[in-house]
């Protein structure tokens, strides 16, 4: 599987963006996928990630209420809408895709994605 995100850009505090995650190659439908985020000097950071049909959800705390994962599987796409955005959303955002089942614990474990994409970037401006 393959991955390229895109949509990131300049957003004003309180703002939104949606990003977009492309994927190519067999089974997207047998992947969760997920977002995380990267900020300079830090490590990545579990954003969001949904089940294989899309039934299941689950969200970092930092942005639950503000963030919707969703995906298409017959366009091979998952996208993050991101409302009320902070400057703390600043970030690289970048899509993964985990071979495994969906799960809430081991879902926003970075270390069980085994595809990632190129990130895009977010800046948050206040």
């Known amino acids: 599987v393959q991955l390229q995100a895109s949509g990131g850009g300049l957003v004003q505090a309180g703002g939104s963006l949606r990003l977009s995650c492309a994927a190519s190659?067999?089974?997207?439908?047998?992947?969760?996928m997920g977002w995380f985020r990267q900020a300079p000097g830090k490590g990545r950071e579990f954003v969001a990630a949904?089940?294989?049909?899309?039934?299941?959800?689950l969200y970092a705390d930092s942005v639950k209420g503000r963030f919707t994962i969703a995906r298409d599987n017959a366009k091979n796409t998952v996208t993050l809408q991101m409302n009320s955005l902070t400057p703390d959303d600043t970030a690289v955002y970048l899509c993964?895709?985990?071979?495994?089942?969906?799960?809430?614990?081991?879902?926003?474990?970075?270390?069980?994605?085994?595809?990632w994409g190129r990130g895009t970037q977010v800046t948050v401006s206040s």
């Open positions: 949904i089940s294989w049909s899309g039934e299941s959800s």
């Open positions: 190659g067999r089974f997207f439908d047998r992947h969760v």
């Open positions: 993964a895709a985990d071979r495994n089942r969906f799960n809430e614990r081991s879902s926003r474990d970075v270390r069980l994605y085994d595809y």
